[in-house]
């Protein structure tokens, strides 16, 4: 086709000047990396499309890396520079990898590409159930911009690109059997004036609404379930002070997967809590019941200590209150077991409530903090708060592996298996459940004390997801 071999002829003559260019526009660059730095956790295993120089591949430190580009020369220069990787000089819309990545970058490449639909028909094939897609894309918007920036000398100038709209690149990925986990948009000062370019790219940028002139749109997707399967299950239950509840959760939660466990963290109580349990897991020693005093204090160190003890494939959280009904756990299985998500979260919020279960300043604060996150995340999330929470025990040691970027900073465990699923681009779903009045013992939370250590968490938090 006449305008790929243009194409073609384009980059391999701009291969020389390439470096050149990419200083003089260092700035953008240094950005561009810095994000996908944060959306691609080192030591992945990373395949670049269109990868040029090799410049972007390198910069998200990969265990295993792999360019391709139809440019030999552009592909030459990579080799010399970075030998660790693999670049191999074949099209983007038809190459043949017989491997699994567990991200595909696709950085300024979508305006370039003859039929995007078709490349995406390729990624797929690279793609294992857990693979993410990294999409980044200039903003319409910029055009003008752009086309100036090349008449002033400030940027090489380019071929006739394609634009396509967020909503365009996310229609030819549900065609080719892809879903959006979320989407970005970064990168609104691409030049570096001090003060100024902190002011744009790291707070104005990340705004609602003013985010839409940003120059850099992203999106992040992955490949749409096929197979379902059977897992066996580790239900965690942090207890401290619920004597009795204990035996009624043993008998309130039903029989799926594969097979169960049910891990009791035990919390230091004054009522006898864990002797209670030891009882239990003699009276019904039928089911695969674990007992163990915890070794710290909070209910985040409990999961942690819980989830560090267990052995099954899916790993879930059930509250010894028992406000959220053990009998909703099948519905975070299938979610699960479904592939519909790779992160379940209970939701308290849509059905009605029992009266005394959820206080009027605890619902407005969880409200708060719903639209607050779903802000950070990029992710619709309606209840931080609610106990229950699923996931692969894979994605937790993901996470668990990544918490050096957040630090052990959450006393409660909601929020560092919350912010580090969305830091893994985890797809996040929730499940409604129906919240119930505790029947045993009085609440652990103190709204004021544990609202603003919340208040504290999220603003941490903000920092490390959001404006960094």
Not at 360 to 388: H, I, M, R, S
Request: hydrophobic share 40%.
């Amino acid at each position: 086709m006449k305008k790929k071999e243009e194409l073609i002829n384009y980059f391999n003559d701009f291969a020389s000047e390439r470096e050149k260019w990419n200083k003089k526009n260092y700035f953008y660059h240094k950005l561009l990396n810095r994000y996908y730095s944060f959306l691609i956790p080192e030591g992945s295993r990373v395949l670049e499309l269109g990868c040029g120089t090799g410049d972007l591949l390198n910069s998200v430190k990969p265990e295993y890396g792999v360019g391709i580009d139809f440019s030999e020369s552009m592909l030459r220069i990579a080799e010399k520079k970075y030998p660790q990787y693999k670049f191999i000089a074949v099209d983007a819309e038809d190459f043949d990898l017989d491997e699994k990545f567990d991200y595909v970058i696709l950085s300024d490449l979508i305006g370039f590409l003859y039929d995007v639909q078709t490349a995406f028909k390729y990624i797929r094939k690279v793609c294992h159930e857990n693979t993410k897609v990294i999409i980044s894309s200039y903003n319409y918007l910029w055009e003008p911009f752009l086309k100036f920036a090349e008449f002033l000398g400030l940027k090489h100038r380019q071929p006739e690109e394609n634009w396509f709209s967020m909503k365009d690149i996310k229609g030819l990925l549900d065609l080719e059997g892809f879903e959006t986990v979320k989407t970005d948009r970064k990168i609104m000062m691409p030049i570096n004036i001090p003060l100024l370019n902190f002011l744009f790219n790291n707070i104005i940028s990340n705004l609602p609404v003013l985010n839409h002139l940003c120059l850099s749109n992203f999106i992040v997707a992955r490949k749409q379930p096929e197979e379902k399967r059977e897992y066996s299950v580790s239900i965690l239950i942090p207890a401290r002070n619920e004597k009795g509840n204990i035996e009624n959760a043993i008998l309130r939660i039903p029989e799926f997967g594969k097979s169960q466990e049910i891990i009791f963290i035990e919390g230091n109580s004054c009522d006898g809590t864990f002797d209670e349990i030891l009882r239990i897991k003699g009276k019904y020693d039928e089911k695969n019941i674990i007992a163990e005093r915890q070794t710290g204090s909070g209910k985040g160190n409990a999961v942690r200590e819980g989830f560090d003890k267990a052995g099954g494939e899916v790993l879930m959280i059930l509250d010894a209150d028992l406000t959220t009904p053990p009998e909703d756990l099948p519905k975070f299985y299938e979610a699960i077991k479904n592939n519909r998500g790779e992160f379940v979260n209970g939701c308290r919020l849509v059905y009605p409530m029992e009266k005394q279960a959820m206080r009027f300043l605890n619902l407005l604060a969880n409200k708060f903090f719903g639209l607050f996150f779903t802000f950070l995340l990029g992710q619709k999330v309606k209840d931080t708060l609610c106990g229950t929470k699923v996931l692969l025990k894979s994605n937790y040691e993901k996470i668990k592996s990544n918490r050096k970027y957040f630090g052990e900073f959450d006393p409660f465990g909601d929020f560092d298996l919350l912010f580090g699923a969305a830091k893994l681009n985890l797809k996040i779903i929730e499940v409604p459940v129906r919240y119930r009045d505790r029947e045993y013992g009085s609440t652990q939370i103190s709204r004021f004390r544990h609202g603003w250590l919340l208040i504290r968490m999220s603003f941490f938090a903000a920092k490390k997801i959001k404006f960094f």
